[in-house]
């Protein structure tokens, strides 16, 4: 059995290794809620690469019943034989995560395996819902809302969560051609006059840029939504999610800098201006840590 650090400790890699610019946000936060992030996202990312490696030739669909099995014994306080989910189980007993969001997450996993099209941004919005919405609102105990504004900040979170996954979409279409989906709307690719073949070329046709424009304004929409919830979490967690914020609005900056030349090509925010986002929430994360560590001391 995976002791409890060792399995913080991989879940930690996973995010170091994959979702570089959140975790990048993540050292801004105290380091006590860093660990309970990285178990999220270790999670997450541990349950996409079931379903989106291009290395594993095991069935996917019993690789994900094996981890829904071992999931539901580690939530109920059994010992498992995993490298993730001791944290994750941790995580969401500490934090009373909502059971229902990890169960919304993993069939929309399960929908990879057998979804490759969506007619409809109402029906990608469905399948966003378990793959980015829940991640947001199951981060949010982690961050914590102030006294009273949970309800509030929850469809933030939510929205945040979708401006990150549509900014993925944006910038891997090529890559997701490639395992046999489009995560654009055939309705939006029918109004643009957009084929599939279209997107299988090396150039962003006049039409192409058209269509990733009118999908980079939605995705703008959903981060403007996002963005009022940040005032309404602990000031400790307010620099992270912004810099997350920033580095992930960085990337559909970047493609839109570049004219949506985004088949071939993956775009990226230099690591110069990451490391500047970086640098300047990095005094507000201090002043606000210092404070909450000043607050507790005093209290009684």
């Known amino acids: 059995m995976s002791s409890l650090t060792a399995s913080y400790e991989r879940c930690r890699r996973l995010h170091a290794r994959y979702g570089r610019s959140y975790y990048l946000a993540t050292l801004l936060l105290p380091s006590w809620k860093r660990r309970h992030v990285h178990a999220l996202y270790g999670f997450a990312r541990y349950a996409d690469e079931i379903v989106d490696s291009f290395e594993m030739r095991s069935d996917r669909a019993e690789a994900l019943d094996a981890l829904s099995a071992r999931l539901s014994a580690a ?15 941790h995580t969401v007993r500490s934090f009373g995560i909502d059971q229902r969001e990890l169960a919304a997450f993993l069939r929309s996993m399960r929908a990879d395996l057998t979804v490759t099209r969506y007619a409809t941004y109402d029906d990608l919005l469905e399948y966003m819902e378990g ?12 961050l914590e809302p102030l006294p009273g504004a949970e309800a509030a900040a929850r469809e933030p ?44 070329g090396h150039t962003v046709t006049p039409t192409v840029r058209r269509l990733l424009a009118f999908e980079a304004e939605r995705a703008h929409r959903h981060y403007r939504l996002a963005l009022e919830g940040v005032d309404l979490l602990t000031p400790s967690s307010r620099p992270c999610v912004r810099a997350a914020y920033h580095l992930y609005g960085g990337i559909l900056a970047e493609i839109e800098r570049a004219g949506f030349e985004v088949l071939g090509r993956r775009a990226r925010v230099p690591r110069r201006r990451k490391l500047a986002i970086f640098t300047r929430h990095l005094l507000a994360a201090s002043s606000a840590g210092r404070q909450e560590r000043r607050v507790s001391v005093e209290l009684p």
């Open 75 to 89: 939530l109920s306080g059994a010992p498992v034989e995993d490298p993730v989910l001791p944290a994750l189980a």
């Open 131 to 142: 793959s980015a919405a829940v991640i947001g609102t199951m981060m949010l105990p982690i």
């Open 157 to 200: 979170a939510r929205q945040l969560g979708l401006a990150f996954q549509l900014t993925n979409f944006l910038r891997d279409v090529t890559e997701d051609l490639d395992r046999g989906r489009i995560y654009l709307p055939a309705a939006d690719l029918s109004a643009f006059g957009v084929t599939e073949e279209d997107l299988r």
